[in-house]
DNA sequence: AGCATAGGTATACACCGTAAGCCTGTCAAC
DNA sequence: GTTGACAGGCTTACGGTGTATACCTATGCT
């Protein structure tokens, strides 16, 4: 007989032990399948075979559940090899910033929202390697940081843009003009008073195809390039 | 007598006839003063001085309310003059940009979770002065749309940043090593075995005070010069 | 004068986060 | 063993949310 661990007087397929791990987990599977207005503590319950009020033992509440979320998702970032020069390290880590915010995008509006900074080892040690990686190429603390604030604030804002199209991408660009005037038509009576002239919009009709065609990829590299390509630029005239 | 134009009959300090405007004004007001989570139909049908069923009358549903907000926030853009260089134009047009989320900062976390594109006039006339300023630049319109994303992207991004806080500026600069971790003690259980070990995160320690003192408008001109450089050396080789 | 309707209200339902209390299975101390 | 503490489930309940439905009344048109 071997030692017994936990419970298994009962001997059958009891359900795993709850853990805040399981529950952050699942949490995190219902944002990512259907967004952050899905994510109930009931339903997040029902997810993990238990009642809602069973969370609390494991969670303070719905805001340290989030937290746990917001880490969870940082501590899928890859660490880029760092036995190169800075400026690779550097795009790498970017990059490697965009993969995780766009496999998980909602985080970004859960970010937006709450407004509160991470505290946990885990979450901060992406911004830590940032911060390093900038460091190498010769700038002080406080040029560091505002490259930091730059080049992460470009990511997260890009990354926003590309997967919340708020600016008519997506939808709007399988919208032909009969289409957008229709769509404005949202009370009744304005249907008629307020068609979308789109003669007055020539420029956005004009960008329409590209607005949903353009390569996020190539659009990203773009933006990066610049970016560092600057930064090394007055880096090294420091160094 | 004076032509009655509405209800005067009672002749009395009568309650202003309720209109999307209002309504619209209300939530944007509540937004900007208590945050997103306080708008609720029943606390904009208070301020209003009215019932919440009342303002169905008025807009489809809260979807619709918040979609009125947006477009709101975006008549605040008042636009640059245009008779000057392009690149001119282009960077005033960024600071004001720039200025009207900084004025309602949780409009940011309305885009970020509702993601859908504007579909009000209004509400795109920022957006189709913007990449008509980009194609003086001489660029074709593929290149404008990617331009437009990038320095939109980069905008939005440091703005969150800045309001955000949501790498431990702000309400972590004040933090010395006992605060940290105190900070990670939620669950009391672990508060021993998880001490937040700052020797781990050396960098971090060393950017703490810049993270809270750095000049955002600096570090937004810094980041936007980068940006606007490169365009414009880009447009040149074109032009 | 009569009547349609715009625009207010009241009620009701399902869902939300969570406070308070209960119940049971596990385990340490005696 | 017996006992007592307690970790970790469950139930119930309260005040919030968005909104469907129905009702009421004053306005303005015919």
Redesign the pocket.
């Known amino acids: 007989m071997p030692a ?4 298994d ?2 001997a059958a397929p009891i359900k795993e ?2 853990s805040r791990e399981r529950i952050v987990d699942a949490a995190l599977a219902i944002m990512d399948a259907e967004g952050l207005d899905a ?5 997040v ?1 029902r997810e993990v075979g ?5 969370l ?3 969670v303070r ?3 340290d559940l989030l937290d746990g979320v917001c880490a969870r998702v940082m501590r899928d970032f890859r660490f880029p090899p760092e036995d190169r020069p800075w400026i690779d390290v550097a795009r790498d880590g970017a990059r490697e910033w965009r993969r995780v915010l766009r496999e998980h995008p909602n985080v970004i509006a859960l970010w937006a929202d709450r407004q509160r900074p991470m505290t946990d080892l885990e979450a901060l040690m992406p911004m830590e390697f940032a911060l390093r990686v900038i460091s190498r190429s010769g700038m002080d603390a406080r040029e560091g940081v505002q490259v930091f604030n730059v080049i992460g604030g470009f990511i997260m804002g890009v990354v926003m843009m590309e997967v919340g199209a708020m600016f008519s991408a997506g939808t709007t660009s399988t919208m032909k003009a009969p289409d957008l005037t229709a769509v404005h038509a949202k009370m009744p009576d304005d249907s008629v008073a307020q068609l979308l002239p789109l003669d007055r919009l020539p420029c956005i009709v004009e960008a329409l195809p590209h607005l949903a065609e353009c390569d996020p990829d190539e659009q990203f590299e773009f933006g990066l390039d610049l970016l560092l390509a600057g930064i090394e630029a007055r880096a090294a005239g420091r160094g």
């Open positions: 017994r661990t936990r419970t007087t009962a032990r709850l994510v109930s503590m009931r339903r319950a238990v009642e809602a009020m069973s609390y033992h494991h509440d719905k805001e």
